[in-house]
C-alpha cells in the first residue's frame, strides 16, 4: 500500500454550532477540489477557496444530517457544482425545517442531490477514484469515502467512539456491522478524517476504541 496521503491533500475547516469538520480533498499540486460534508458558514467556505485559488468542482456528502448539509445548497448555487449524496437520506433534507427547530438553529435551504450515490461503488473526481463504502447505522444513508490511504467517516466512527444511533433511522447493530465489515477491512494504516473532532487511523480505533473490542 502507497503512503496514506501520498498523492492527496486534505484541508478542514470546523464549522457551525455543531463543531462539524468540513472538508476540502484535492490531488497535490491540482487546484480543484471536493467539498465533502459542508456543514454551515458558507462565505467562510467560499473565501476559503479563494485565499487558496481552489475552485471546487462537486459537494459530497457521509449523510444527511442538518450539522452536515447546512452549506450544502447556497455553495451547489453559488458554484454550480453538483450534490452527491445516498437517497436513503432524502428523508433527513425533508424535514430540515423540524431538525433545525428541534435544535433551535437557522432553517437552512433544502439542497437537491444531483447524483445519489445508492448504486455507485466510486466516483471519479479531480482526477481521483473515490470509493463509496455503505456505511448506515448512524443515518441509513451514510457512506465512507475511501481515497488515497484516507477514509472520510462522516458520523461513524470517531477517535475513540463511534456514531449516535438514537436519531430517527440510526441502528446500533447496523452500526457495528458497517464498522466490522466496511471499516475494519481498510489498512491499519488508514487515517479517518471525522466529522467531528480530530483524526484517527484504522489501526488505533482497532486497537483502542472500546466500542469496537468484541468486533
Not at 455543531?18 to 465533502?36: A, C, G, P, Q, S
Not at 485559488?53 to 457544482?81: E, K, M, Q, Y
Not at 465512507?144 to 458520523?155: K, T
Request: proline share 7%; net charge negative.
Amino acid at each position: 500500500m502507497n503512503k496514506p496521503g501520498q498523492h492527496t491533500e486534505v484541508h478542514v475547516e470546523t464549522v457551525g454550532l455543531f463543531y462539524e469538520n468540513t472538508f476540502f480533498l484535492k490531488r497535490r499540486d491540482h487546484n480543484e477540489v471536493v467539498l465533502i460534508d459542508p456543514g454551515d458558514e458558507p462565505d467562510r467556505l467560499i473565501e476559503t477557496l479563494a485565499a487558496r485559488s481552489w475552485r471546487a468542482v462537486a459537494i459530497v456528502n457521509t449523510h444527511g444530517h442538518i450539522d452536515h448539509v447546512g452549506a450544502v445548497a447556497p455553495l451547489r448555487t453559488r458554484l454550480s457544482i453538483p450534490f452527491y449524496m445516498h437517497s436513503a437520506d432524502q428523508f433527513l433534507l425533508d424535514h430540515l425545517e423540524r431538525s433545525a427547530r428541534n435544535w433551535g438553529v437557522e432553517v437552512p435551504e433544502t439542497p437537491a442531490v444531483d447524483h445519489p450515490l445508492d448504486e455507485l461503488e466510486s466516483v471519479t473526481l479531480v482526477g481521483l477514484e473515490i470509493r463509496v463504502l455503505h456505511t448506515p447505522g448512524h443515518t441509513p444513508g451514510g457512506v465512507s469515502l475511501a481515497v488515497d490511504g484516507r477514509v472520510f467517516a462522516g458520523d461513524c466512527l470517531f477517535l475513540g467512539s463511534i456514531g449516535r444511533t438514537d436519531f430517527p433511522g440510526g441502528d446500533t447493530a447496523q452500526l457495528l456491522a458497517s464498522i466490522r465489515n466496511r471499516l475494519l477491512a481498510l489498512p491499519d494504516e488508514t487515517v479517518v478524517h471525522s466529522g467531528h473532532g480530530p483524526d484517527t487511523t484504522i489501526g488505533h480505533e482497532r486497537r483502542h476504541n472500546p466500542f469496537l473490542y468484541n468486533l
